[in-house]
């Protein structure tokens, strides 16, 4: 979707590498989210952030760390400590209002060599 | 938590023709949004759709909240149809729960 910009779109990673992966919105919006999306699966929440300064982990948060420094910026560091992190990553963001929908940037490929 | 099937998981039409995907859910929600993932990968948001029917040029859905599904109906189906749909759905926590997705093959 227009506004939220997701980059690299494709990332490689060595063993015992951590690597970020960088989210910016445009749209002002309050929170934003983190998911994760194998082959042939739905998209699974790994964190997400309702307001700067805060955020909560979601179904698979193990090996991985985000910070909310900035409303409009959510990274996701992939640390060495996720054994399989080979998938598509998505970001989505969010109005602050009740029962808003979700909005997704194009995602990051991450691939390990 | 909240479980969300879809069906069929495949799905292979000619162009021109029509077809329905089915969402069903296991508790209330809050916020239920249909997605297209095009074969680069981009999610697109279709409709949100908590309850009652929204339509759009050729697509359209229905949500029954009090049964727990949602319908999506495609019509006249064109080749760039194809991709893989997906149902997303929001109960009393945060979290968007999505299902498995149907994959829509549109042959010419």
């Known amino acids: 979707d227009g506004g939220i910009t997701q980059s690299p779109k494709y990332l490689f990673r060595k063993e015992g590498q951590n690597v970020t992966l960088s989210c910016e919105q445009n749209?002002?919006?309050?929170?934003m989210y983190w998911y994760r999306q194998d082959p042939g699966q739905g998209l699974r929440l790994i964190y997400y952030s309702q307001i700067v300064n805060d955020f909560q982990k979601g179904d698979i948060a193990e090996g991985y760390s985000v910070s909310r420094e900035k409303k409009e910026s959510f990274p996701l560091t992939v640390t060495s400590a996720q054994k399989n992190p080979t998938a598509f990553y998505l970001c989505?963001?969010?109005?602050?209002?009740?029962?808003?929908?979700?909005?997704f940037g194009d995602g990051t490929r991450l691939s390990i060599l | 938590g909240i479980q969300v099937e879809q069906s069929p998981p495949d799905l292979i039409l000619q162009e021109g023709a029509n077809s329905t995907l089915r969402c069903n859910f296991s508790d209330s929600v809050n916020n239920l949004q249909w997605f297209h993932q095009n074969p680069w990968g981009q999610l697109i948001n279709l409709f949100y759709?908590?309850?009652g029917t929204k339509q759009n040029g050729r697509l359209s859905a229905t949500t029954v909240a009090t049964e727990r599904y949602s319908l999506l109906y495609i019509s006249s189906s064109q080749t760039t149809d194809s991709g893989v749909y997906f149902c997303?759905?929001?109960?009393?926590?945060?979290?968007?729960?999505f299902g498995k997705g149907t994959k829509l093959t549109v042959n010419p």
């Open positions: 997303a759905v929001r109960g009393g926590s945060e979290k968007l729960v």
């Open positions: 989505a963001s969010r109005t602050g209002q009740t029962n808003q929908p979700q909005h």
């Open positions: 759709i908590p309850s």
């Open positions: 749209l002002n919006h309050d929170a």
